[in-house]
Each structure stands twice: as structure tokens, then as C-alpha cells.
């Protein structure tokens, strides 16, 4: 038996995408006026079905709905309502809805549950305004460098301390927001895909294995700025091709770990003087290699490095690293993940595994707690963009695969007050074979 009401889901999600609209897409930046009144759209939804709600010192919401243990660890539901410029109306925002439409069905059933259930909205998820990502989760965990929190500002020059004041915040407590592991039993995010290998493969429902994570270099290339006219092909020590070859060398190397989903991006060519008769005399490049697999990624640095060193020697040019940042992937809860693809069986929803490229809350709170990311369909790939798009069928689906999967993990206590736990037990133990 169910409730959900997918017309109830949709109407949400279009309330909440009412606050930072526009012609141009969605604006709803962390820690701005716009997504602090969808937050408070989504706190008001969740006080109508009696969640008690909490905010931590960095902003998240806490919404929850104890169970008929209090003190046993919540099963956790979350995503964000945060935005890039220019944002579409799935990202994140889904996520968040079908938590709230998951805990509105068993509210309107009358199912009781023997652990707490909590819809968790994280803040400033997206980098675009601070150049800083999962700031919400990464401080679930207790995984912030306060010192780089100190210097954050936006375009505007607006500091990430004056938009905490802004909303009531205090920048130096944010190591309170720190969770406890047995807090949470375990955490699940349902998001779109930001991609099209669903749609490639016809498939509903994406279980991720693990997160990519990237590592990034920026380099400086410095040939010799020359007259373009009367300097030889042969006597030129030109930046900008030195910088377009390294970048090829970058393109071969992830085609050649694609069997390992490993994919290398250069992101940024900046050249100098920059003037059309002049032979570029500096480069800069900003590179990002991404793969679930370390030791893919390392052979893509690998080569990137020993085309450094040649292109050096036959183009006449300096090149050093100026810095480089290294993330760990992410690998989600192999169990959890099996008893999903069984829940999908049992539905009827064509589903497949396969990592994420781009990174979520989840990959932070798997540093902490059992966690799965479940993905649906976006149209085209099409994510960070006005026209993004997810069909009502499609959402329907994650949230159904979701209420089963929270169901299962917070576990239905019958009319008499007592656990159904042998056959929760019995199910869980099917489930994972």
C-alpha cells in the first residue's frame, strides 16, 4: 500500500523553483535571500506533517520524525536546494522533495516506524558561489578546513562570514554541526543523473557504485613573446602550442582508461599577451582527471607528466606544476546497493549500476555512515542548465524505489506496537542475496 502522489511532488518541486527564477534560469546561490525562502518553504512542509526541525550552525535543516525509538539512529534522507547561475529545477531540489513526499506517505498511511526518519537539506552544495562545494556535509562530518572558510568570497566580494551573519550564522561554530556516527544508521540521496548514460541505456534507475574524484593541476608554460611576423616557425618558443599539445596529451590519455569510465578535462587556456601579431610568450592551463579507479587516474598524470618533459625539450618552453589537488573516490555501500537492485526487481524498474563523474553530499557522508546514491534520467544530460529536464514517470519511479528502501532500513512497526522484525529480517537477508 501506498500514498505517493506524484501530482503532490510535482506541485512542490514548482513551488519551490518559484523562488530564484527567471528568464534565464535558476538563481538560488547558497546562503542568498532566494534559497533561504525555499528553505523555509520546505520547513513549513515538513512542520504540517509534525517533523521537528533543527538548524545546524552552518545552515543545513534537520527535519525529523521520530520513530517509535527515538533513541536508535535515523534513517536519513537528503540532497540540496542550492543552485549554479543560470541553474535548471532538478538538481538537488528533487532530491529534497522526494524525502518530504516519502515521509508524507507513511504520515497519511499511519505507518509507524521503529527509527527516526530525517530530511536533511544541506547548504551550499554547489561551488558556483564560493568556489567551494558540499560545504553542508563536508561539516556533518567534521571535514572543513576553518582557515579556508575565513577567505571565501563571492563575485561580489561578499565574504562567506557576512552571508552566515546574514542568516544568522556564526562562521566559527561550524565544527558544531559535527555529527556523531551513531546518529545516522544510514543516508540516501536521489538525484538526476547529470548525464546520459540512463538515457543511453534505456534504463530508470542508476545505482552508484562510487564517486569520482578529481585530481586537478595547474600548469605555466613559458616560451618566448615575439614578433609574429619576423620570427621563424622554426625559432619560436610558442606557450600557446606547447599548451594545446600538453592538452591533447590530456585527451589521449583518459580515452585510453575508458574501459575505467576515467575521464581529463582542460578547463582553462589562458594565453599571453594575448594580441593576434604577437607569438604567445606565457600559457596557463587548469587541469581536472576524474575516475572512481586511483590507479587509472594515476596513469593519466603519468603521461600528462612525461608529455611535460618532452614538450619541454622540443618546443623550447619552461613548464612547471603550480599546484595539484587530490581527492580520494568514493566507494558507496556494496550491500545497500544489492538490496536496491532487488527492490527494482521486485518493482519492475529497469535500473543499472554505474558511477558518478560529478560529486554529491553523499560522497561525504559515506566518509560516516552506510550511504546510496540513486540516480533517474536526465533528459539529454542536460544538468546545471535551464532546460534540464526529468519526466514525471521517471521521478515517480526513485521515489517509489525510495520509500521502499527507507521502509526497509527504518523498519514498519505493526498496529500492536511491536516490530515486524523477523520478516524485515527475513526480507533484508533475501534482499542482499
Known amino acids: 500500500m501506498t500514498s505517493l502522489n506524484i501530482s503532490r511532488v510535482m506541485e512542490t518541486l514548482n513551488s519551490i523553483n518559484e523562488y530564484g527564477n527567471s528568464d534565464q534560469g535558476h538563481f538560488r546561490l547558497a546562503y542568498t535571500e532566494e534559497e533561504q525562502k525555499a528553505k523555509q518553504y520546505l520547513i513549513q512542509k515538513c512542520k504540517d506533517i509534525n517533523m521537528k526541525i533543527t538548524i545546524d550552525p552552518v545552515g543545513n535543516i534537520i527535519a525529523r520524525r521520530d520513530g517509535v525509538d527515538p533513541t536508535l539512529p535515523a534513517v536519513a534522507i537528503g540532497s540540496h536546494l542550492d543552485t549554479v547561475y543560470n541553474g535548471g529545477r532538478y538538481d538537488g531540489a528533487l532530491g529534497v522533495v522526494a524525502g518530504l513526499e516519502v515521509v508524507t506517505s507513511l504520515v497519511e498511511q499511519e505507518v509507524s516506524t521503529l527509527h527516526p526518519i530525517e530530511i536533511i537539506v544541506f547548504s551550499c552544495e554547489e561551488s558556483s558561489r564560493y568556489n567551494f562545494s558540499t560545504l553542508g556535509s563536508r561539516a556533518m562530518i567534521g571535514d572543513l578546513d576553518g582557515e579556508k572558510l575565513q577567505h571565501l568570497k563571492d563575485r561580489d566580494d561578499i565574504s562567506l562570514r557576512e552571508a552566515f551573519e546574514s542568516q544568522n550564522l556564526i562562521l566559527e561554530d561550524y565544527k558544531l554541526a559535527e555529527r556523531n556516527a551513531h546518529e545516522i544508521k544510514v543516508f540516501f540521496e536521489l538525484h538526476i543523473e547529470q548525464g546520459s548514460k540512463l538515457i543511453d541505456h534505456d534504463k530508470t534507475i542508476g545505482l552508484v557504485t562510487g564517486i569520482a574524484a578529481p585530481l586537478r593541476l595547474a600548469i605555466t608554460i613559458e616560451g618566448k613573446s615575439s614578433h609574429s611576423g619576423t620570427t621563424g616557425m622554426k625559432q619560436r618558443s610558442d606557450a600557446l602550442l606547447a599548451a594545446a599539445e600538453l592538452s591533447l596529451v590530456v585527451e589521449k590519455a583518459a580515452i585510453a582508461e575508458e574501459q575505467y569510465e576515467?575521464?581529463?578535462?582542460?578547463?582553462?587556456?589562458?594565453?599571453?599577451?594575448?594580441?593576434?601579431?604577437?607569438?604567445?610568450?606565457?600559457?596557463?592551463?587548469?587541469?581536472?582527471?576524474?575516475?572512481?579507479?586511483?590507479?587509472?587516474?594515476?596513469?593519466?598524470?603519468?603521461?600528462?607528466?612525461?608529455?611535460?618533459?618532452?614538450?619541454?625539450?622540443?618546443?623550447?618552453?619552461?613548464?612547471?606544476?603550480?599546484?595539484?589537488?587530490?581527492?580520494?573516490?568514493?566507494?558507496?555501500?556494496?550491500?545497500?546497493?544489492?538490496?536496491?537492485?532487488?527492490?527494482?526487481?521486485?518493482?519492475?524498474?529497469?535500473?543499472?549500476?554505474?558511477?558518478?563523474?560529478?560529486?554529491?553530499?553523499?560522497?561525504?557522508?559515506?566518509?560516516?555512515?552506510?550511504?546510496?546514491?540513486?540516480?533517474?534520467?536526465?533528459?539529454?544530460?542536460?544538468?546545471?542548465?535551464?532546460?534540464?529536464?526529468?519526466?514525471?514517470?521517471?521521478?515517480?519511479?526513485?521515489?517509489?524505489?525510495?520509500?521502499?528502501?527507507?521502509?526497509?532500513?527504518?523498519?514498519?512497526?505493526?498496529?500492536e506496537g511491536e516490530s515486524s522484525w523477523k520478516h524485515v529480517k527475513s526480507e533484508s537477508s533475501r534482499m542482499s542475496k
Open 262 to 415: 576515467t575521464v581529463a578535462t582542460v578547463g582553462v587556456l589562458d594565453a599571453y599577451p594575448s594580441a593576434m601579431n604577437v607569438v604567445p610568450g606565457l600559457a596557463k592551463i587548469k587541469v581536472d582527471i576524474r575516475s572512481t579507479d586511483r590507479d587509472s587516474r594515476t596513469r593519466v598524470l603519468t603521461k600528462v607528466k612525461a608529455a611535460i618533459e618532452s614538450i619541454k625539450k622540443h618546443r623550447g618552453v619552461t613548464i612547471s606544476i603550480d599546484w595539484m589537488t587530490e581527492e580520494e573516490p568514493v566507494m558507496l555501500d556494496q550491500s545497500i546497493t544489492k538490496i536496491i537492485s532487488n527492490i527494482c526487481k521486485d518493482l519492475g524498474i529497469s535500473h543499472m549500476l554505474m558511477p558518478s563523474g560529478a560529486g554529491h553530499d553523499a560522497m561525504n557522508m559515506a566518509k560516516r555512515w552506510p550511504t546510496s546514491l540513486v540516480f533517474v534520467p536526465s533528459v539529454d544530460g542536460l544538468s546545471h542548465h535551464p532546460d534540464e529536464f526529468t519526466s514525471q514517470e521517471d521521478i515517480a519511479s526513485g521515489v517509489k524505489l525510495l520509500e521502499e528502501v527507507v521502509k526497509l532500513h527504518a523498519i514498519i512497526v505493526d498496529e
